[in-house]
């Protein structure tokens, strides 16, 4: 989906969501990111345009406070996305119980051992420097929810996509169940909590 030119010159709300999860890819444990991002119309709400991006940020996925620095990580990649789309006023918004929007309307810093979220604050903070207005506002779950699951699957499409590697013929995964290699044809359903696929044998079982 692509916005038109004129409807980007307007105030765009942008939501995003951040994910991390440890995933086997291959014979190794690893922590993969991904994010969901959004953007849409401030009036009626209706989607202009969906994206979604690996979170490759070592530090980020190191970070101590992981689903924060997640999080925030996405916002970054949300309003550069933004700002690519020439974007130039946007209302973006988070979760009204959560840290991050005291963090970002600057009622609270983060704690001195945070050192990665501040970071990311600081970068969030300069990007919103090139746009001609941007606000933030606290999301408003119940009518947010459709949006909200829509962005999480992103994230998780994104996540799902690190987790293949290629021989010269074929692409694989390892399933999260009985960790065996086995080609993504030979998978079929995503059981709840997982992000991907079990492979063929653990459904049967
Ligand atoms: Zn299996």
Redesign the pocket.
Known sequence: MKGNSSSLRVSLRLLSAGLVSEEVIKDDTKLVGGSGLSLCDSNDNSKKSETNKALRNHQVLLAAHLEEAAELAAMIQGLSWALKLVVKSIQFFCDDDSIILDYVTDKVAPPNESIVVAKLLKQLALLQTSLTSCQTLPLQRSDDDINSSSLIKLARDAIASQTTWHTNTEEYET?P????H?SPRHKLEVRSGYFHP??F??IRD
């Open positions: 399933c169940d009985c960790y065996a086995v079990i492979c044998t653990c």
